[in-house]
């Protein structure tokens, strides 16, 4: 629960908002990591020092459900002549380190980032009449931090969001979110590391999987010349009702499939709802399959099987001339990356420590034919992994949402992979790996057209291979909501 009030009003645990000149008594009390974020707020809008905030009543610290402590909210007037409208401008506090004391994040020192590394900021297009901002902003970015405190995922310049609901609530055609940096706020140095700010961007369902097909830097950009969808600044405006196809209609053509085309696509995986099946082997032959019981606990991917999968991910914006998996490297702890904080995981870890199996036990195991399985959404993907990302070289993972497993496709030129082209099908425990040649990946394009207008097929689709003992099913959602998946 929240309420709304001026940040200058007391409340029970946030003293007024200090000015960069406050005096150096009062400035002990407040807490410095909120104190330097606000000194970045204040050189922006030195005319409105206090505020309207929405306030997390109970603070996450104290057990309550929102993890921003606030969310600033201000009034720019943008710049007509430059096609910026006047907006709201919204700015969270508390995926930073605030208080330094281990409270929320643990401190990791200065040099590297405060707490989650960066808050979010929202830009608002102020409808006429408007006197004060609208809340519902205030909502949409306590749901993504608590997705960021959940998961422990950070986000990065150019990520989207799939919301698949207006983000307002209401009839609105913006029903998704891309991230980029904040135009006018810098990163700011705290006592407790570095923040950076990313500002949510509302698009429409067809910018966000025009997003997904080629990279969302290159859909952001494409915003920015479009002054009703966005602009320099990329200001949402949640009464936009047309797409940036539907306003230039060249620009699918000429920029986004030429982006794919010429560059791939930068999305390297996706959480989804999926599953496979080792065909080649009886299904009561439950002897070192992904199924395999230890206890009373089901086999879990290893903790090093998860950090390069994890990898494999994090690296999907990198556009290497020799794409690599990265390699299991038992020197690593905890599955840490020099950016990343140590008491951080990733979302490919198991959701239970205690049932992961060490990695030595776990061999690889060579597939005859295997059964992949999606639902309709993913599986509308795979078009996009065959053409974005295996004609160029490189790979792209399904994780599975509903159970711990993961499938990834490389090609012939991704290196690190145990799947080869003279055993295409290899698995790692839960982790599946198909090795696809360039040939079949062209002849599944071929065959697997449809899927790109998924609208047109009724549910279950099923694709074989009999020559390559492959099989895809597209399947209904309930599908994988039943035990076994």
Same mark, same amino acid.
């Given at each position: ?106 401190? @990791? $020192?200065?040099?590297? /980032?405060?707490?989650?590394?960066? =808050? #979010?900021?929202?830009? *608002?297009? +102020?409808? @006429? $009449?408007?006197?004060? /901002?609208?809340?519902?902003?205030? =909502? #949409?970015?306590?749901? *993504?931090? +608590? ?339």
């Amino acid at each position: 629960m929240a309420e709304l009030r001026p940040s200058g009003a007391p409340g029970p645990t946030a003293p007024p908002a200090p000015g960069p000149t406050a005096p150096p008594a009062f400035a002990s009390l407040f807490p410095p990591g909120l104190h330097a974020i606000y000194g970045e707020c204040r050189r922006l809008y030195p005319d409105q020092p206090n505020p309207l905030q929405v306030t997390a009543i109970v603070k996450y610290w104290l057990g309550g459900p929102d993890p921003l402590d606030y969310v600033s909210m201000y009034r720019n007037v943008g710049s007509p002549s430059a096609n910026i409208p006047e907006h709201w401008h919204y700015i969270s506090f508390g995926l930073s380190d605030l208080y330094g004391d281990n409270r929320v994040h643990e401190f @990791t $020192g200065t040099d590297g /980032p405060s707490g989650f590394g960066f =808050e #979010l900021t929202f830009r *608002l297009k +102020r409808e @006429t $009449g408007e006197s004060a /901002p609208p809340t519902w902003p205030a =909502e #949409l970015m306590q749901g *993504l931090a +608590r997705y960021v405190f959940q998961s422990e995922n950070t986000f990065c310049s150019g990520d989207h969001v799939s919301w698949h609901s207006p983000l307002d609530n209401s009839e609105s055609r913006i029903q998704h979110m891309l991230l980029t940096e904040d135009p006018q706020m810098q990163p700011v140095q705290t006592p407790f590391g570095v923040v950076t700010f990313l500002q949510i961007v509302g698009v429409c369902t067809e910018e966000l999987h025009a997003a997904q097909q080629w990279n969302g830097q290159g859909i952001l950009e494409l915003l920015r010349t479009v002054p009703v969808a966005g602009g320099p600044w990329l200001i949402t405006d949640m009464r936009r009702g047309e797409t940036i196809f539907e306003i230039d209609p060249h620009l699918q053509q000429e920029r986004v499939d030429k982006g794919i085309e010429t560059d791939g696509s930068n999305l390297s995986g996706v959480s989804a709802k999926c599953a496979w099946d080792d065909l080649s082997r009886p299904p009561e032959d439950d002897e070192d399959s992904r199924s395999i019981c230890v206890g009373a606990q089901p086999r879990r991917l290893s903790g090093k099987d998860t950090e390069q999968i994890r990898e494999t991910l994090r690296r999907g914006l990198e556009i290497n001339s020799k794409p690599v998996l990265p390699p299991i490297n038992p020197q690593r702890q905890n599955g840490l990356t020099h950016d990343r904080a140590p008491s951080r995981k990733d979302s490919l870890e198991s959701d239970s420590s205690t049932a992961i199996i060490p990695h030595e036990l776990i061999r690889t195991r060579q597939l005859e034919s295997v059964h992949l399985k999606f639902n309709q959404e993913s599986g509308a993907l795979i078009p996009l992994c065959l053409r974005g990302r295996l004609l160029h070289g490189r790979h792209f993972t399904y994780k599975s949402i509903t159970g711990d497993m993961a499938i990834t496709f490389v090609s012939t030129g991704v290196e690190g992979a145990f799947a080869t082209e003279e055993h295409p099908y290899a698995a790692h425990g839960p982790w599946l790996q198909i090795l696809l040649t360039e040939e079949f990946v062209e002849k599944m394009l071929e065959d697997l057209e449809d899927l790109t207008s998924p609208e047109e097929f009724k549910l279950p689709k099923e694709y074989s291979w009999p020559e390559k003992k492959l099989k895809v099913s597209i399947l209904p959602d309930v599908v994988f909501d039943s035990p076994l998946h």
